[in-house]
């Protein structure tokens, strides 16, 4: 007897990937209703939240989804997706056999199947505090280490524990667009301050002197910076701290790139400086061993003088804990292995793959007037350029751009508008060597179509040559 | 605010976390680990938790494991993945090249057909096809609760949650500021809901009603009649059912498991599930929430745009994990389901017979499904304790026995009992409580 099938309409979908076009920038969602009737009459109470579409309109899927919606069956070229971060399903990339060893063993055991605590289980709350403590003069014990689901399931919890009535944020322009997301939905406000481009992404101390106020009560730095891809020295980390001090708010510190480094500035973490100011690290493994998809990471609590426990954020976090859904077990358990037998070789196998990417992508760039870098990365997985409009006929910013990108050439990089950086663009180094000869080719022929047209004959006649042959699939 | 050392800090705690984590069970446990006498040489007997993996009797299925072992090591399944059951447009299917593997539409692959294996398994038995867009995927049933009720939480509304509950219900009801209104399951009507009290508590502002079938923590499964009849009331009240089907099919008894979803014509209905318990693996952290919604109200209204929104801010399952759904859902032998059932049959029946040999409490209703069973404590037999907490307190201190107070879930002076553990620990268990309560009767003059 054949089961009857209730049919969802497709509609849903398309609307889905509609649902959050970023232009103009951000608008917020139409209103929704709240009571629907069925045919008995029936009102229906319940309903979805603003808070929701509110936040959900600062993430980077919308932004994404957007842009493939652009691309088209008819440009014959595959599509290149370099908006958006994940090296881990790309081979060369493949993280270590030791890592994946470690979570073998454990689940064969059988023994690690059980719920765990709030705050992680102990063996793996140590193995982070050994881990951690290698650069740190004061050193974590296992109950300063909180494990979550991610280190973006941190910054949920953390948020949800800091937010209070009143309370606001500063949260850094060029920024990780999550944490914008997150303290939306907790009702934090938010207060940006810059990253100077002219300052290789230093952050703004004037600036956040200036819009602290008596209900600021963090301000968040991401080091190694994500998307800009420095790596802050260690004066101006002090810096940092002091002014924090002076504020009387808190370092929340995103170290989730600290084994994904390959410059020559040295990695500092931020947690050196506990000792002039509180500082909560968050970390994890996705990044450094590129397994995002395993959901496991961490916060740390560097504060010698007791100071999260005396204001009682501390208790917060726990209780939040206790509350939210926790990494797997499995994983937990298999972490102090993964941590013990971090192998420098793989990371620096990784690293150099990177490098490579950016080299390749710079070098390519000095033929592209229209799209400059102004500072090569020495971290994470990101690269990102400024975009030289003057130069470009019929474009108007950085969102344009990028559309147009990808309905003619199939290639996604991501609007620096997005992460509050008007007319940049953030390109995506994590992926194969290739993919980036392609992109890069794809887009020179690009600027090259869109160049503003001078006066001189020639130079159109060869770009439109160029282009010609300009065929990838 | 906060001061420390002088000084002074902008920063402090959220009281509301504070509040709504106080009722929680672990807050409990961790209270009663802390009466334990050390000296004291026997064992520590947990009958307080739900958690039976740690015993060889319940252990999980050998074959899911290798088929999590698998998917790790395959390397496909390290990547971001997105669980918010947004199917893939069909148009974007042309774009990709497996040369280039691409993350989104990875994730949203993986996504459909984790979708697939759920709604295929879950539909088995049930009157129809449940749509694999229909599912959405989460980090086991609590971050499904997370989101759920976070998601339902507007300003003003209330929600109907059981009493006795699950707390992390109401824990997270709090948390969101979604005012709970109680409605009883009746203990001398074999649990039952009662109804009445329901259609007395709500009002224009309830959003839904919660179930727990099989009940957590009663014990009992409910009838189809019974079901019916729930579906009935809610769609009167304009409100959806939270159906909490975590124990799907656990159920051991006379009464045979019957899924909320048959009556989701008559009310839209939030399904929850995991593998959690059927398979003994809660440590997994892989579950699932299912919008059951013919008539399309839940959509309409905002709900599930709402609940994806929320969904792809939030964590996810463990991308190898979903990697292993298919070959778990779908290739797991009956052997394994009914060999754990008859385990906890067993280990019901010895429960109900010893609790019977036990003065001071009364078991209602003889468990028919999930690990727990209800009991009320008759002080009248008992000289100096006073409530459920100095009850367990004392009984960990003095027994190293470990019962919820029922007032963890909100039946002050009842107790939790959880079975489902190995039966000798069990037996032993339930002779503790047993010279525990002789030890503390009253005495006749």
């Not at chain 1, 939040?320 to 859904?325: A, F, G």
């Not at chain 1, 070789?345 to 592209?368: P, S, W, Y």
Request: hydrophobic fraction near 40%.
């Amino acid at each position: 007897r054949a089961k009857k099938t209730y049919k969802r309409d497709k509609k849903m979908s398309e609307e889905q990937a509609h649902a959050n076009l970023v232009v103009p920038a951000f608008r917020t969602e139409k209103e929704l209703k709240t009571q629907t009737q069925n045919g008995h009459g029936t009102v229906w109470r319940f309903g979805g939240t603003d808070k929701a579409a509110k936040a959900s309109t600062v993430t980077l899927r919308g932004v994404i989804y957007m842009l493939f919606d652009n691309c088209s069956k008819d440009v014959k070229k595959t599509v290149l997706p370099l908006g958006h971060g994940d090296p881990s399903v790309y081979p060369c990339f493949r993280t270590c056999i030791e890592a994946e060893d470690a979570v073998v063993d454990v689940l064969r055991s059988g023994k690690c199947n059980s719920y765990g605590p709030g705050a992680g289980i102990l063996p793996a709350r140590r193995a982070v505090a050994d881990y951690l403590n290698k650069d740190l003069p004061n050193k974590l014990t296992p109950d300063d280490i909180f494990l979550t689901a991610g280190c973006n399931q941190g910054i949920e919890i953390l948020f949800e524990s800091l937010a209070r009535p009143n309370a606001n944020i500063l949260l850094p322009r060029p920024g990780f667009p999550h944490y914008d997301a997150r303290a939306l939905y907790s009702g934090l406000e938010i207060r940006k301050f810059d990253l100077l481009p002219n300052k290789e992404w230093e952050i703004d101390l004037e600036g956040i002197e200036a819009i602290a106020d008596e209900n600021t009560v963090a301000l968040v730095v991401i080091n190694p910076n994500n998307p800009c891809g420095n790596v802050y020295s260690h004066d101006h980390l002090q810096k940092v701290a002091e002014t924090a001090r002076k504020l009387g708010i808190m370092v929340i510190t995103d170290e989730v790139y600290d084994q994904t480094i390959f410059g020559d500035n040295p990695f500092v973490p931020m947690g050196k400086f506990a000792s002039i100011v509180p500082v909560l690290t968050l970390g994890g493994i996705s990044k450094g061993w590129v397994v995002p998809g395993w959901k496991i990471g961490w916060m740390a609590l560097n504060d010698p003088e007791g100071v999260f426990e005396s204001t009682k954020v501390l208790q917060s976090i726990k209780q939040n804990l206790d509350i939210t859904p926790d990494p797997s077990t499995i994983i937990q358990a298999a972490l102090p292995k993964i941590l013990e037998k971090a192998d420098k070789k793989f990371f620096a196998k990784k690293n150099e793959i990177l490098k490579h990417n950016v080299d390749l992508v710079c070098d390519r760039l000095k033929d592209i007037p229209s799209v400059v870098c102004p500072k090569k990365p020495e971290s994470c997985t990101y690269l990102l350029t400024k975009l030289e409009l003057s130069l470009l006929e019929n474009i108007k910013d950085d969102i344009d751009f990028c559309v147009k990108l990808a309905r003619e050439e199939n290639l996604v990089f991501l609007p620096g508008e997005a992460l509050g950086l008007k007319n940049w663009m953030r390109i995506t180094i994590g992926v194969e060597a290739h993919m980036l000869e392609d992109a890069l080719e794809r887009l020179k022929g690009f600027c090259t179509r869109h160049a503003k047209k001078t006066d001189t004959e020639t130079e159109p006649l060869q770009a439109l040559k160029l282009s010609d042959n300009n065929v990838g699939i | 605010m906060g001061e420390s050392g002088g000084k002074r800090w902008n920063f402090g705690a959220n009281e509301v976390v504070e509040q709504s984590c106080s009722q929680n069970v672990r807050y409990f446990l961790n209270l009663l680990a802390d009466n334990l006498d050390g000296n004291d040489g026997r064992a520590v007997i947990p009958l307080g938790h739900g958690d039976p993996s740690p015993f060889p009797s319940f252990r999980t299925d050998p074959a899911a494991v290798e088929a999590v072992c698998h998917a790790l090591r395959s390397a496909q399944f390290n990547h971001y993945s997105t669980t918010s059951g947004l199917p893939l447009a069909r148009k974007f299917m042309f774009l990709f090249n497996a040369a280039y593997a691409l993350l989104v539409p990875k994730g949203n692959t993986l996504n459909r057909l984790i979708g697939l294996a759920v709604a295929e398994y879950l539909s088995r038995d049930l009157s129809y096809q449940i749509c694999p867009n229909d599912v959405h995927l989460t980090a086991g049933c609590h971050h499904a609760i997370d989101v759920l009720i976070s998601t339902l939480a507007v300003p003003g509304a209330n929600i109907l949650l059981p009493r006795p509950t699950y707390p992390m219900y109401d824990s997270r009801a709090t948390f969101s500021k979604l005012e709970i209104r109680r409605y009883d399951l009746l203990p001398d009507n074999g649990w039952e809901v009662d109804l009445d009290a329901v259609e007395a508590l709500a009002d224009d502002k309830t959003v839904a009603l919660l179930l727990i079938n099989p009940c957590n923590p009663c014990g009992n499964v409910f009838s189809r009649q019974h079901l019916q009849k729930i579906a009935e009331t809610a769609s009167k009240l304009g409100v959806l059912v939270i159906a909490d089907e975590v124990y799907m099919k656990m159920a051991f008894g006379e009464k045979p498991f019957v899924s909320m979803a048959e009556f989701a014509e008559i009310v839209p209905v939030m399904l929850l599930g995991a593998i959690s318990k059927r398979w003994s693996v809660p440590g997994w952290r892989f579950g699932w929430m299912v919008t059951l919604d013919p008539h399309s109200f839940m959509k309409d209204s905002g709900l599930v745009h709402s609940l994806a929104n929320v969904l792809n801010m939030s964590t996810d399952p463990t991308t190898f994990i979903q990697g292993a759904i298919p070959d778990i859902l779908g290739k797991t032998k009956e052997d394994f389901f009914s060999s754990k059932l008859e385990t906890l049959r067993e280990c019901a029946e010895t429960c109900y017979e010893e609790m019977k040999k036990i003065p001071c409490i009364t078991c209602p209703y003889k468990p028919e499904g999930s690990m727990f069973t209800m009991v009320k404590i008759e002080f009248g037999h008992l000289e100096d304790i006073k409530d459920d907490l100095e009850f367990c307190c004392k009984l960990a201190k003095e027994e190293s026995l470990i019962i919820l107070p029922g007032r963890a879930v909100g039946l002050r002076n009842w107790l939790r009992i959880t079975f489902a553990v190995e039966l000798e620990l069990l037996v032993d268990g339930l002779s503790r409580l047993n010279n525990f309560a002789q030890r503390h009767s009253k005495k006749h003059p």
